[in-house]
């Protein structure tokens, strides 16, 4: 005798059951807080105004044209007046400002006294400065 098998029935997995949701009504929003409003443009404090720039400290004689920073030397085109060792200088420029007495000229690497308009010299300076600083005469 031959036994039969029982052949399966495929059936689909049972699902869980999921808890019904209620249709509760929802809690109303709140409003957002009212920002407050700028006032009108009219009504602003006017900025400051920038500070005003010092006068220059005496007569514009020559513009540092190169800086040596280790022996430190200026390079000044003279372009107005004489400048003499003993003379009294300001060197001014966006973070330069500072007063110095000359104590040497050079030009072309020979020592002079005296310096006219429209000549290079070198001339031994006490600070840090850069190009285009203005020089000014503050006293003979």
């Given at each position: 005798m031959?036994?039969?098998?029982?052949?399966?029935?495929k059936s689909k997995p049972k699902r869980k059951k999921t808890a019904v949701k209620s249709k509760a009504k929802k809690a109303p929003r709140r409003a957002a807080p009212k920002k407050a409003k700028r006032p009108a443009k009219a009504?602003?404090?006017?900025?400051?105004?920038?500070?005003?720039?010092?006068?220059?400290?005496?007569?514009?004689?020559?513009?540092?044209?190169?800086?040596?920073?280790?022996?430190?030397?200026?390079?000044?085109?003279?372009?107005?007046?004489?400048?003499?060792?003993g003379d009294t200088i300001h060197i001014r420029g966006?973070?330069?400002?500072?007063?110095?007495?000359?104590?040497?000229?050079?030009?072309?690497?020979?020592?002079?006294?005296?310096?006219?308009?429209?000549d290079d010299f070198g001339m031994k300076v006490s600070g840090h400065v850069r190009e285009h600083d203005v020089v000014f005469k503050v006293k003979p």
């Open positions: 031959a036994t039969k098998k029982k052949a399966k029935s009504a602003r404090k006017p900025k400051p105004a920038a500070p005003a720039e010092p006068p220059p400290p005496g007569k514009r004689v020559g513009v540092v044209t190169h800086y040596l920073g280790e022996p430190s030397v200026a390079v000044v085109k003279l372009e107005t007046g004489t400048l003499r060792v966006h973070t330069t400002d500072f007063e110095q007495t000359v104590g040497s000229l050079q030009v072309d690497h020979a020592p002079v006294t005296e310096v006219g308009p429209k």
